[in-house]
């Protein structure tokens, strides 16, 4: 009998090499790290997001209380008096409550002023860890040397300077003022102008968001 020549078929090869491995691994790390910045820049974003809306918020309704507060100010009451293009942080006042008869009936003598957040110093450092520095508050006092005198925070977070301005001697923002505060009252006529800058920092970014809104209120006679 003749001895077949015919050879049994190979098996096919199983299973993977080292370097198709390691092919594998880099590309999984790779699409692994693709999905973790896009992430990361979603949460970023979002992030960022909130905080302006929340600023936005933020910044009307303290804009609005102030606003209100000096609706009532009588003109002759103002101290300092506001001379023209003079911005101050600090105003003494008071209000019109009513009439009796012709006389006008006022409130006890009421400030607003800009202080520094509890926990922070003019020093150009974040001493209290917020993120923020050197901000400031806005309070209210009422009834002026009275026993009766109580303090109200009226807004947190105010920036140092108005958005846009350093202290440098030069109008950076191009309002005709030159270093003008977070929280600054200027006389316009028979009216107060206040321009108020808040500041946040968002959640995870390394990014300070600041919003400015003016105001006026028409003084009492």
Do not use: C
């Amino acid at each position: 009998m003749k001895q077949s020549n015919h050879t049994a078929p190979r098996h096919e090869r199983s299973g993977f090499t080292l370097i198709e491995i390691l092919i594998a691994v880099a590309l999984l790390g790779f699409l692994l790290s693709s999905v973790g910045l896009l992430s990361s820049a979603s949460k970023n974003a979002f992030s960022r997001g909130t905080t302006v809306s929340a600023m936005e918020l933020r910044t009307g309704i303290t804009s609005s209380g102030i606003q209100k507060e000096l609706s009532l100010a009588m003109a002759t009451s103002l101290t300092p008096e506001i001379a023209p293009g003079q911005r101050v942080t600090e105003l003494t006042y008071t209000r019109a409550v009513g009439w009796e008869g012709e006389t006008t009936l006022t409130t006890a003598p009421r400030t607003l002023r800009l202080e520094m957040e509890p926990g922070e110093a003019n020093n150009g450092a974040d001493d209290d860890g917020d993120g923020l520095v050197d901000e400031g508050i806005l309070v209210l006092i009422e009834d002026l040397g009275l026993p009766t005198e109580k303090r109200r925070v009226l807004a947190r977070g105010l920036a140092e300077y108005a958005k846009g301005e350093v202290f440098n001697g030069v109008d950076d923002n191009g309002d005709g003022l030159v270093d003008e505060k977070g929280f600054a009252i200027e006389r316009m006529g028979a009216a107060l102008e206040v321009t108020v800058t808040l500041e946040q920092r968002p959640p995870g970014r390394d990014e300070t968001i600041q919003r400015t809104l003016r105001s006026s209120s028409l003084l009492r006679n």
